[in-house]
């Protein structure tokens, strides 16, 4: 079928998952044992006091009139209800804390599909070789461990042995940072020519980034190997080389080309998971970003802002899903028949 | 005739096991994961005999022999609470390996019935059952373990039950996959003009076809619940202490970086350990089951 209406169908999947998972989320969040007006007013409030808490943030209807309700302010005023910890509205707390985790993720985005795909070219053309066995120690590691654990090392390393990077935060105190257009340090500095502030957040984000993107990293570059090795010995193959074509050439735009549809569908899914890991990363170095928002929300059982904050993650994850779905269905003609067959 | 017929089938399985099992004793990679999972299964097992402190583990505290660094008496140096490190690493197996069998145990029967069910019963069924695993793919498997697990009580059991929600749609779309494809084959269509009933294509003709990739992801997927327990427990949701738990350990320890780096650095590289002998494991079950072309 055609690219429009394979995306059409694709984002009206979408939708229809997010709604699920909003559904999903409501639920388990009002499931939650504990009475949340009385854990926001603190154990000494007055009765007065907590109903009406509980009259406003609506918990004396029936639940499903509380997700309507919810569903209503949403999609009319863009209102995703006050958050009980930081009395501020939910959706003004993410507006604010989510471009910090956004600059995180696209850089350990740049880092896993640049770097996973020069190693798994590399990797392939000294396939079999010393270098690969080296290469095949380094891709498992990488999978392996947890990016905390990474970026634990990474911070004993060069954030103290070899004092090269910063550690904490996103600015050196006393590096203001730039006026706000997108709320994103490196792209502000860069916006409006405060370079200083913009090289400062770079190298805050280092760390964390290439932490981030090392488990992501090495599944890319060893799908990329894979599919390279398996090319390799193909008719076409052979044919460029008969015509004298240099190596570099051939890998780079043939061989790469056919390995990077498997690849990028991985690299999607890792991608989103960048986000997952990025949870567990900001509190070790103090980012005030979405996800330590969000932990903070879910350990002290702040409801409106769990919901919100999930609901933003599902929809970040969905829109990165669909756009490596698009991607893949152009590169490769075959999925969008296959999708139509199976449904 | 009959006995004749089970006679075949099991030399033919026994020819495939020993097929199996020379192909795997080929690749050192997956002999070195084996070894260290079964390392690991016995240490876990047999912590408390083996362990130098065994008290450790449980509420104990010793100021005078705190943040002690690797010596000969502790091989891992002692917390901030003087605990050993080593003997608290060991027992930390043991909740890392329940909380992977349990999870997997649960995810896998569920997962792959539901597979089988929608794969089989196309139509209103297929699109129902997979929309449902859909929704809950929605969010990558730790953020929405993460939500769970923190709505629960941080316990072992209620970690497994937060892992299980976000893991078995993964299950449920390898076997549907490969349910769908298998559903057009001739031996199903055989087994159906012969008069077979449902169940019995189900179970006997379709998935004894699909259980080496469910058995490769099973062992893969132990390293990677491992991994989510361990960031799960890192960040204050796992088993509360005094109870040993990898991930609290490193979380624990790295306020105390860099001067008292062995607290946080030796569970860490027991994780990795761990994940690392798992995935070897699992990549040569995977490379010893598949069918070469000939």
């Given at each position: 079928m055609s690219i429009p209406k394979f995306i059409i169908k694709r984002l009206g999947l979408a939708v229809f998952v997010l709604l699920g998972l909003s559904i999903l989320i409501f639920l388990i969040a009002r499931v939650i044992p504990g009475d949340p007006a009385r854990m926001a007013l603190g154990p000494r409030a007055p009765e007065y006091a907590l109903e009406n808490l509980r009259k406003e943030m609506n918990l004396d209807k029936p639940i499903y009139m509380q997700y309507y309700l919810w569903l209503s302010d949403f999609f009319t005023k863009g209102y995703l209800g006050k958050s009980l910890i930081t009395r501020r509205h939910v959706e003004q707390d993410i507006i604010e804390f989510f471009p910090a985790t956004l600059e995180m993720v696209i850089l350990a985005a740049i880092f896993l599909a640049g770097m996973g795909i020069g190693l798994g070219i590399l990797s392939a053309q000294y396939r079999n070789s010393f270098t690969d066995a080296i290469f095949r120690v380094i891709a498992y590691l990488g999978i392996a461990t947890p990016s905390f654990v990474w970026l634990i090392i990474f911070i004993l390393l060069f954030g103290y042995s070899m004092p090269i990077f910063p550690v904490l935060g996103r600015l050196t105190p006393g590096v203001s940072p730039p006026p706000r257009i997108t709320g994103m340090y490196i792209l502000d500095g860069l916006l409006t020519g405060n370079l200083r502030a913009s090289w400062d957040a770079f190298l805050h984000l280092v760390l964390p980034s290439i932490a981030l993107a090392l488990g992501g990293m090495s599944q890319a570059a060893r799908i990329i190997r894979s599919g390279i090795v398996d090319n390799i010995n193909k008719d076409y193959t052979t044919l460029y080389k008969a015509y004298g074509f240099t190596a570099s050439l051939i890998f780079m735009k043939y061989l790469l080309k056919t390995s990077l549809i498997p690849a990028i569908s991985i690299m999607g899914l890792d991608i989103a998971a960048l986000f997952a890991n990025a949870f567990v990363i900001e509190k070790v170095i103090n980012f005030p970003g979405l996800s330590n928002y969000g932990m903070n929300a879910i350990l002290n059982k702040d409801l409106n802002a769990i919901v919100g904050t999930i609901m933003v993650l599902g929809i970040t994850f969905a829109s990165v899903t669909i756009i490596i779905d698009i991607i893949v269905a152009y590169l490769d003609p075959r999925i969008r028949l296959i999708t139509k067959e199976s449904s | 005739m009959k006995n004749e017929n089970r006679t075949q089938i099991i030399s033919r399985a026994c020819e495939n096991f020993r097929r199996f099992i020379y192909r795997f004793s080929r690749d050192p990679l997956s002999i070195v994961g084996l070894v260290l999972v079964i390392l690991f299964i016995i240490l876990a097992i047999f912590a408390p005999l083996i362990v130098p402190y065994p008290k450790h583990a449980e509420p104990f505290v010793d100021w005078s022999n705190a943040s002690l660094p690797p010596s000969k008496d502790h091989l891992f140096g002692t917390d901030n609470m003087g605990r050993d490190i080593f003997s608290r690493t060991i027992f930390a197996l043991r909740g890392a390996l329940k909380m992977a069998i349990g999870v997997l145990a649960i995810v896998v029967?569920?997962?792959?019935?539901?597979?089988?069910?929608?794969?089989?019963?196309?139509?209103?069924?297929?699109?129902?059952?997979?929309?449902?695993?859909?929704?809950?793919?929605?969010?990558?498997?730790?953020?929405?373990?993460?939500?769970?697990?923190?709505?629960?009580?941080?316990?072992?059991?209620?970690?497994?039950?937060?892992?299980?929600?976000?893991?078995?749609?993964?299950?449920?779309?390898?076997?549907?996959?490969?349910?769908?494809?298998?559903?057009?084959?001739?031996?199903?269509?055989?087994?159906?003009?012969?008069?077979?009933?449902?169940?019995?294509?189900?179970?006997?003709?379709?998935?004894?076809?699909?259980?080496?990739?469910?058995?490769?992801?099973?062992?893969?997927?132990?390293?990677?619940?491992i991994l989510i327990g361990a960031s799960l427990s890192f960040v204050g949701l796992g088993e509360q202490p005094p109870t040993p738990a990898l991930g609290t350990m490193v979380a624990e320890g790295s306020r105390y970086l860099p001067d008292f780096w062995w607290i946080s650095v030796f569970p860490a590289i027991v994780i990795v350990l761990l994940i690392l002998s798992f995935n070897f494991l699992g990549d040569g079950i995977r490379d010893s089951l598949s069918l070469e072309e000939v």
């Open positions: - | 029967p569920i997962g792959t019935i539901i597979g089988l069910v929608a794969g089989y019963y196309a139509g209103a069924v297929e699109m129902v059952l997979m929309r449902i695993s859909d929704i809950f793919l929605a969010l990558p498997s730790l953020v929405l373990a993460m939500a769970i697990a923190a709505i629960l009580r941080p316990t072992l059991f209620n970690n497994m039950i937060a892992v299980c929600v976000s893991w078995w749609p993964w299950y449920a779309r390898l076997t549907y996959g490969m349910v769908s494809s298998y559903r057009n084959e001739t031996f199903v269509q055989a087994a159906q003009i012969i008069g077979a009933n449902r169940w019995h294509i189900i179970f006997k003709e379709i998935l004894p076809n699909c259980l080496s990739p469910i058995f490769t992801k099973m062992a893969l997927d132990v390293g990677w619940v």
